[in-house]
């Protein structure tokens, strides 16, 4: 870095989930570059106007060692990442061999993903692998470029200081509180550079106790730069936050304009819970559609299956209680219920009239021994 560029105090702090996008989305006819200075993103958009491509190309050239080309996601890359997924994610063979067709067909990024969207018991699981997949990679891609770094979706410090770090990030002489949190950033900073960031280890012990799963917008704070060339602040790259998988698509620049031209026209966000559980009743009735077909060998088979496939199939009437309820009340035993004062006296006289049973005692005969 050449001196006539201010150096700054602590760690730059950048948006992982920006450079997410610019890593998934940067190909022959985008570039996205990262800024050494203050951390701001750039995006070129090369179908824009040659009028406002020359003053950013000659600034490029002016200042080759201020901006870093993040790297193009090739399609070997592409299919390293969804062959990955089906490899150690996906268990349902139906499922593999579907994701493996689309895989090595025609557009398979956007058939891939909406396949994903389709199945909601996947979706979850695709979204995890692309985060920690996609982490490794962007933090490779940092410590090659020797830039030391924190991601702010990582801190823990308020809003209210991060934003002071941001507007004194040049000054050599801060405040007491501003010190402090300069050097959480250099602790926070030597996390990325340690082995454990690139091969993350699952946690040990018991696992957690599986609940909701609420999603919350990290506190961001406001950018503020103050080293950006002027013939760049058109291309300054500050997309909102963005928590969801989508951004692997190629074409579409948010998840809602993915959700949007999905097949079948306009699709609306629907509870995934309430998704998950209708395809395990789809997967139900399929199941007795296939119970129909089977020729039991004993009377009895027949019968117990006959009473199943009659209660799965059932349409279920308003107000009662669900099919799938009461068929597995009838399956597993009934829980035993208290007797009232009323029965057990009942019983006890009922005991009475029986009477006490008699056994007969078994009688050995004695083993003529010699003696």
């Known amino acids: 870095m050449k001196e006539e560029y201010p150096r700054a105090k602590n760690p730059l702090i950048l948006r992982y989930h920006r450079l997410l996008e610019a890593f998934s989305k940067s190909d022959d006819e985008r570039d996205f570059y990262l800024d050494r200075v203050e951390g701001f993103l750039l995006y070129i958009d090369l179908d824009k106007n040659e009028e406002d491509l020359l003053p950013a190309e000659a600034e490029f050239k002016a200042h080759p060692d201020r901006y870093c080309l993040v790297p193009k996601l090739s399609y070997y890359e592409t299919k390293k990442f969804m062959e990955g997924f089906v490899n150690e994610k996906v268990y ?4 593999k061999e579907k994701l493996a067709d689309l895989i090595s067909g025609k557009e398979s990024r956007e058939n891939f993903l909406e396949f994903i969207y389709d199945h909601l018991n996947e979706l979850d699981k ?10 490794v990679r962007i933090i490779e891609w940092l410590r090659k470029s020797n830039i030391v770094f924190v991601f702010e979706e990582d801190l823990e410090l308020t809003r209210n200081v991060v934003e002071k770090l941001k507007e004194h990030v040049f000054d050599t002489k801060v405040n007491k509180e501003l010190n402090q949190a300069r050097e959480v950033l250099e602790l926070k900073a030597k996390t990325y550079y340690s082995s454990e960031a690139l091969n993350p280890r699952p946690k040990r012990g018991r696992p957690p106790k599986q609940q909701a799963k609420v999603e919350i917008e990290p506190e961001l704070t406001h950018d503020l730069y103050t080293t950006v060339p002027l013939p760049l602040r058109q291309f300054l790259f500050i997309p909102e936050f963005g928590t969801g998988g989508a951004s692997f698509s190629s074409k579409f620049d948010s998840e809602e304009q993915f959700l949007a031209n999905l097949r079948g026209g306009n699709k609306d966000k629907v509870d995934t819970k309430l998704e998950i559980l209708s395809q395990r009743l789809e997967s139900l009735r399929h199941l007795s559609t296939k119970l129909k077909d089977f020729t039991p060998s004993g009377a009895s088979d027949k019968k117990i299956i006959s009473t199943l496939v009659a209660k799965a199939t059932q349409e279920e009437p308003s107000g009662s209680e ?39 005692r078994i009688q050995y005969k004695k083993s003529d021994k010699k003696e």
């Open 92 to 95: 349902d063979i139906d499922t």
């Open 126 to 135: 695709w979204q995890q692998y692309y985060h920690e997949r996609s982490r």
């Open 322 to 360: 669900p099919r799938l309820t009461q068929l597995a009340q009838d399956l597993f035993p009934k829980k035993k219920t208290k007797a009232t004062p009323q029965e057990v006296k009942e019983l006890m006289e009922e005991k009475k009239k029986r009477g006490v049973k008699k056994v007969t």
